[in-house]
């Protein structure tokens, strides 16, 4: 699960915002703050600028969500659903932690059914097929980063042991964690 399967492949090409709305005035304005701020060029404008566009994105986001127009299931659409989104936020905050569908239900306050149904719908996968590919794909991080061993890696992202990692790591990335390691350690950076 690659940054862009989580967040651009469930956008469309083209994100419409209808003008004179409280949104597209935001845009506006966020807009021409960060115009503001690149033309003058004073002291720390790079990162005003860059956190307006923060600011943007999200805005943007907002507005595709509320707007009910979804291309298809993905994190994002997960996001559109209350209960999936609690269920999401756990995941994400602590990725590491044994997670079973009834507490990530009970986050969101639904039955553990009604969680498995809404999450598959919404995400296009289980809880437990999610959990598992952004472990690995936190894993993958720490792997391109070089700098723990296989064992502080896999305690890091949930799994007790280097053979447990490396068997989730093959059925999400298609190789082995070292395979993935020797690979990104060899190829050029761009």
């Known amino acids: 699960m690659r940054a862009q399967e989580l967040l651009l492949d469930g956008l469309p090409p083209v ?83 044994s997670w079973t569908v009834a507490e990530l239900a009970r986050a969101g306050s639904v039955s553990r059914t009604v969680l498995a149904g809404r999450f598959k719908k919404a995400v296009g996968q289980s809880p437990y097929e999610y959990l598992t590919a952004w472990r690995i794909e936190l894993a993958a991080k720490q792997l391109r980063q070089g700098r723990e061993t296989f064992t502080a890696i896999a305690r890091s992202v949930g799994y007790g042991s280097d053979s447990a990692l490396s068997t989730a790591f093959k059925w999400v990335m298609g190789t082995s964690p070292r395979a993935y390691r020797e690979f990104t350690e060899s190829a050029p950076n761009c």
């Open 15 to 97: 994100l419409h915002l209808s003008a004179g709305t409280g949104r597209a005035r935001t845009l506006g304005w966020v807009l021409d703050a960060i115009d503001e701020e690149l033309r003058h060029r004073q002291m720390g404008a790079d990162l005003i600028a860059e956190h307006l566009a923060i600011v943007m994105v999200v805005q943007v986001l907002r507005s595709h969500l509320t707007g009910g127009e979804h291309t298809g299931p993905g994190w994002l659409a997960g996001l559109a659903d209350p209960a999936v989104a609690a269920a999401l936020a756990c995941v994400h905050r602590d990725p590491a932690h």
